[in-house]
Structures are given as structure tokens and as C-alpha cells.
């Protein structure tokens, strides 16, 4: 009999999957385990979407995307960030972020080169690098600097095969935000070693203290022509479901993803751009909805893990989520998620599953409603108080 491919057999299951295959055996659980807006898409944006499909809007669209919403998506970066890019030529719309990652990935690696990524990271990362037979490198992230890259270790880590640095900045799975000054230093790097750079931009919009700020190292000296830059609606609209996420960069660059999408995806399906496209030029209501909402949530998170014993974490910057290390109550972090899921019924990520550097943390994402945040909370401090 004819077996699977080797490929196909190294292929990693993020342990968020796990944990929710797992919570479905709990049924009454508080999950605090899959990164998703708790909000569904405003009824605006979906109005405009069937409206298009009614229309007749449901052939192939261009490989590159709809125009209109290329350009709007444009528009918008320029207004918000002050990045400028073509929208003929430096910009493609993907089916999701991850799309745009693993399209990148393959335009920027050759089999055996080395990419740096992240440790903590997300887990995807791991499982994209793999697919498209490149090695990670990990870049190691410290607790008692927030979990923040610094250039220092970006460059300790490169190797003479390394072509590409992967940044994600809000970061999942630490919400952890990289100072300016240290994002300015890791450019430098990128430049002086000639390193292509994707920087994952998903969450750049969940920003939560007005002292913060959160840059994209394509607006730093030089970076413009060597970066690129991923973004998506599904967290900042609330549209995980819609899978629309795009691509900034050179275009030379694009141009070669463009090709390439037309051996993944061909296209994304052209109602739901439009209805994207409208959202980006008419404006939505649900992205400061959502900020509100999920900062109460992470300052709740934070004071009751601080009240709770043999637990502690950090106060992330931004994105939704917030590694809590579980070090000191003697289990490792899938034995505590496993045990607090079915003695607690409350389901955590265990963060090993993000990089070697996870091992003892576990992930919670804070984008339920404040009631359940607040009951999954306190049994979450019962069930320690019973160790």
C-alpha cells in the first residue's frame, strides 16, 4: 500500500488544537485556549458582501486581489502608519495571514536555509518553516525582559545559511510589543547581514496603554526593499472566518507571490473582498469595541493571577494573550492545562508547544466576555488553592 510522504508525517498539530479537541469532552468549560475575537463581524460589512455576491460578484477574481480593495487596504496603512505602498504592485491579498506567511516563506527560502524565529513563538511558524523544508533557528525570548526580541540575540543567532528574520510584534503567544529603540537595533542587523525580514503585523492594532508604541520595522532606514509585511482582517475586524489577510513588500517580491498564488489558492473569493474593502473605506465601530473590551480583560487577567498562589506572568503590551508560568506548582505546562481542563474546567494552552522556551508556561487569551473571563478566573484560583 502507498504511504503518506515524509512531509506529510513530520507535520506538527499546534497543542491549541489539542486542548480544544480535549475541552470538547468538557462541555461546561471556560476557554481560555483559542486566540479568536469574541464578536462576530458587524452586520455592515456582511450586508455589503451579499449584497456584491447578488450582484453576480462570485467569479475568479485576479490573482493579486480586487483592486479596490488593494487600494483600500493601502489607503489604510498610509493614514495609520504612514507606510506608503503601491497598490498595483507591492501589495497581494492572501486567504488569511497565514497564507501570506507560507507564500513568503517560499518566495524568500531555499530547501535548507535557516530562518530565525521567535521562542515563544507561534506555533505555526514551526509547522510552515518545516513544510517548506527550511530550519528554524530560534531566537531566544526572556521573561524578565517581557519577552521582548533584542537585537543582541537576533544576531547571536544567525548562521551562514541564515536568509530570513520572522518578527511578530504584537506577538502571539506573549503580547509582547518590541520597544523602538530595540526594533531601530534589530534593523540594523537585518541590514548588515543582508537578511530578508516578515514581519507578522496580525495584531498591530490591539495596543493597550497609550505609553506604548508599536512600530513595523518596514519604516525603519533601509528596510523598506528587504521586508515583508502580513496583515489580516480577521483579529482587527473580527473576520477570522472570511480568511483575507495580505502581503505588503517589494515588488519583486510580490510579484513572485502573485505566481505562486495561483498554485495555492488562485484567488480569494470575490464578495468577501468587497465587503473587506468597505469596512477599510466606510470605517467600522468593532476594532475600539474590541480594545476596550479586551484591555479591562487583560487587566483582570493580570490582578487575579497575581492574587493566585503558584502562578505569575508578565503584563503584556498588546495582541490578547499573556504567558502564565506555572513553573513553580511541579508540573510541567501540559500537565497543568490537561488538569486544570478536567479538575478545573478551565481550558489554557500549554506553551511548549510555542518553542523550548514555553516549556512551563501556559497561554490564555483574554477575548471572552468579562463574565466568563471572571468566572473562568476564579476557578482557576479555587482549583490552585486545592494543590
Not at 98 to 107: G, N, P, R, V, W
Not at 307 to 330: E, I, K
Request: net charge negative.
Amino acid at each position: 500500500m502507498p504511504v503518506v510522504s515524509q512531509r506529510a508525517r513530520e507535520a506538527l498539530y499546534p497543542s491549541v488544537r489539542e486542548m480544544f479537541e480535549l475541552a470538547a469532552q468538557e462541555p461546561d468549560a471556560i476557554s481560555f485556549a483559542i486566540g479568536e475575537p469574541g464578536f462576530d463581524t458587524p452586520r455592515s460589512m456582511i450586508d455589503v458582501a451579499y449584497a456584491a455576491a447578488v450582484r453576480g460578484d462570485t467569479h475568479y477574481t485576479p490573482n493579486r486581489g480586487a483592486a479596490d480593495l488593494r487600494r483600500a487596504w493601502c489607503d489604510y496603512r498610509r493614514s495609520h502608519d504612514g507606510l506608503d505602498y503601491d497598490p498595483d504592485g507591492e501589495i497581494i491579498i492572501t486567504a488569511g495571514g497565514m497564507e501570506a506567511i507560507y507564500l513568503a516563506l517560499i518566495a524568500t527560502l531555499d530547501i535548507g536555509d535557516d530562518i530565525l524565529i521567535p521562542d515563544p513563538g507561534y506555533a505555526n511558524y514551526f509547522g510552515q518553516v518545516r513544510m517548506v523544508h527550511a530550519n528554524v533557528v530560534p531566537v531566544p525570548l526572556f521573561a524578565d525582559h517581557g519577552f521582548r526580541m533584542r537585537a543582541a540575540d537576533v544576531e547571536a543567532a544567525i548562521t551562514p545559511r541564515t536568509k530570513v528574520l520572522l518578527l511578530n510584534s504584537p506577538s502571539n503567544p506573549t503580547g509582547a510589543i518590541i520597544d523602538p529603540d530595540e526594533l531601530a537595533a534589530i534593523a540594523e542587523v537585518a541590514v548588515k547581514h543582508d537578511l530578508w525580514v516578515i514581519s507578522d503585523e496580525v495584531y498591530r492594532a490591539f495596543v493597550y496603554d497609550d505609553d506604548v508604541r508599536c512600530l513595523s520595522i518596514a519604516s525603519m532606514p533601509d528596510m523598506g526593499e528587504r521586508t515583508i509585511v502580513v496583515d489580516s482582517f480577521s483579529k482587527t475586524f473580527a473576520m477570522t472566518g472570511w480568511r483575507i489577510g495580505c502581503a505588503f513588500g517589494p515588488k519583486s517580491i510580490i510579484d513572485q507571490m502573485t505566481i505562486m498564488q495561483e498554485n495555492v489558492v488562485s484567488c480569494v473569493p470575490g464578495a468577501l473582498q468587497t465587503g473587506a474593502a468597505a469596512a477599510l473605506e466606510n470605517g467600522s465601530d468593532i476594532l475600539p469595541t474590541m480594545k476596550t473590551a479586551y484591555r479591562a480583560n487583560r487587566d483582570m487577567v493580570v490582578s487575579a493571577i497575581a492574587d493566585m498562589p503558584l502562578v505569575s506572568c508578565n503584563v503584556p503590551d498588546g495582541a490578547f494573550y499573556v504567558l502564565v508560568d506555572v513553573s513553580a506548582t511541579g508540573m510541567d505546562d501540559h500537565e497543568f492545562a490537561v488538569r486544570l481542563l478536567h479538575e478545573g474546567k478551565v481550558v489554557v494552552t500549554p506553551a511548549s508547544g510555542f518553542g523550548s522556551r514555553g516549556r512551563g508556561f501556559v497561554r490564555m487569551s483574554y477575548v471572552g466576555t468579562a463574565q466568563a473571563t471572571a468566572e473562568g478566573l476564579r476557578r482557576m484560583r479555587v482549583w490552585l488553592e486545592s494543590l
